[in-house]
C-alpha cells in the first residue's frame, strides 16, 4: 500500500506567491522610476556641476528642481552602475524627457554641454596659467608661450598681463581653448572696470587712469577679503598718494620678489619696481586679480583725510590709525596678543 502524500502547504504556497507579487511590483515601480523617460519641467533644465561636486549634490538639485523623482534612487542606481564617482563638471542641458538611468549616463559621459573653469580674486597669472594647464577639457595653445606672447595674442596694450582677467566662472564649449577663455575674462574686466571707472570718487580719488585704479584694487585685495576693511584700506593707500607718502605695501614687494617664501626683512631693502618701502606712488602694474569688492572700494574710498596706518589684528579684522604713535601701540598690542 503506497503512502499517503501530505496535503501542501497552502499557507506557504500563499505566502510565496505574495512574495513574487510585491518583488514583482517592486521590480516594476523601480524600472518605471530608474528606465522609464520623465518629462523635464518648464521642457528644459540647466544643471550646473561644479568642479568638486558630489553626486550627491547633483542629484539633490535634479530632485529640488523636479527633474528626477528621488534623489536617493539616483544615487544608489550610479553606485550599482559603479558611476557614482565619475560625473564630469560643467554644464548640461536638458531639454527632452529623460529616465534617470539616461542622466547617469550623460553625467559620466565626460561630455557636458559647455565646461566650466573658475577664475578666482587674489590669483596672480601664474596661478591662473596653472589653473588653465590643469583643464584638461579644453584646447591648450598657451603653455609654450611667454607672458608677453600672451599679452600680443590678447592685444593688450598694458605693460603686463597682471590682474586684467575678471574673477568669476565661465562657460565655454569643450571645443573652446585657453587664449579664447582669457579673453573672454579680459572682455568682461575691461567693461566692469570701465562701470567702475565712470562712477568713481573723482573728490577722493586722484588716479590718472583706469589702470591705476586697477592696480590700487589689486593691492586692497591682498591686504583684507573684508569688503568693509577694503574701503578703509583704500582710503589710507588714497591718502599716502595724496601726500606723496610712501605706501609701504608688504604684498606688493612680495610680488617684485617673486612671490618668494620666507620674506625676511632684509629683503625690503632689495630695490624693485614694486617695492613701495623704496618708491612713492603705485607700483607700476596690478599684483593680482582684483574681486569686485576691491574695484569698488578702489574707487570709492571715504572722505577720513587723517587715517594713515593699518595693521592686521588676527581673525580677519583690521586696525586703522591716523598717527604712527597709535600705529605702533596696534602693532605691539597685536603682538603680545599672539
Known amino acids: 500500500m503506497a503512502p499517503k502524500r501530505k496535503p501542501q502547504n497552502n499557507s506557504t504556497h500563499k505566502a510565496i506567491k505574495g512574495l513574487l507579487v510585491i518583488f514583482s511590483v517592486f521590480i516594476m515601480v523601480w524600472g518605471y522610476l530608474f528606465l522609464f523617460p520623465r518629462d523635464i519641467p518648464n521642457g528644459s533644465y540647466k544643471l550646473v556641476v561644479a568642479r568638486g561636486d558630489s553626486l550627491s549634490k547633483v542629484a539633490r538639485k535634479l530632485d529640488n528642481a523636479n527633474v528626477i523623482p528621488n534623489a536617493k534612487l539616483m544615487i ?23 529616465s534617470i538611468f539616461d542622466m547617469i549616463e550623460r553625467l559620466s559621459s565626460g561630455k557636458p554641454d559647455e565646461i566650466s573653469f573658475t577664475i578666482l580674486e587674489g590669483w596672480n597669472f601664474t596661478q591662473l596659467r596653472k589653473a588653465l594647464y590643469a583643464e584638461s577639457q579644453i584646447a591648450h595653445y598657451t603653455e609654450s608661450m611667454s607672458d608677453a606672447q600672451i599679452r600680443s595674442a590678447l592685444k593688450i596694450t598694458n605693460p603686463r598681463v597682471e590682474g586684467l582677467f575678471y574673477p568669476d566662472t565661465y562657460f565655454v564649449a569643450p571645443s573652446q581653448s585657453d587664449i579664447e577663455i582669457l579673453q573672454i575674462a579680459n572682455k568682461k574686466l575691461q567693461i566692469q572696470l570701465a562701470k567702475v571707472w565712470q562712477a568713481r570718487n573723482e573728490s577722493n580719488t586722484s588716479y590718472k587712469n583706469s589702470y591705476e585704479l586697477l592696480t590700487m584694487a589689486s593691492l586692497i585685495q591682498k591686504e583684507t577679503s573684508e569688503s568693509q576693511d577694503m574701503v578703509m584700506v583704500s582710503t589710507v593707500f588714497n591718502n599716502r598718494l595724496r601726500i606723496n607718502m610712501r ?28 617695492n613701495t618701502y623704496l618708491h612713492s606712488g603705485l607700483p607700476p602694474t596690478p599684483i593680482c586679480i582684483p574681486s569686485a569688492n576691491a574695484l569698488n572700494a578702489a574707487a570709492n574710498p571715504t572722505s577720513d583725510r587723517q587715517i594713515l596706518y ?24 597685536y603682538l603680545k596678543s599672539k
Not at 586696525?319 to 602693532?331: D, L, M
Open 76 to 98: 544608489a542606481m550610479a553606485r550599482v552602475m559603479g558611476k557614482d564617482r565619475k560625473i564630469t563638471a560643467g554644464m548640461y542641458l536638458f531639454n527632452k524627457p529623460m
Open 247 to 274: 605706501l609701504q605695501d608688504d604684498p606688493a614687494v612680495f610680488y617684485g620678489l617673486g612671490n618668494k617664501a620666507n620674506i625676511t626683512r632684509a629683503d625690503f631693502a632689495i630695490d624693485t619696481p614694486y
Open 310 to 333: 593699518f595693521v592686521a589684528i588676527g581673525n580677519g579684522k583690521t586696525k586703522f590709525s591716523q598717527t604712527y604713535s597709535e600705529h605702533t601701540q596696534a602693532v605691539n598690542k
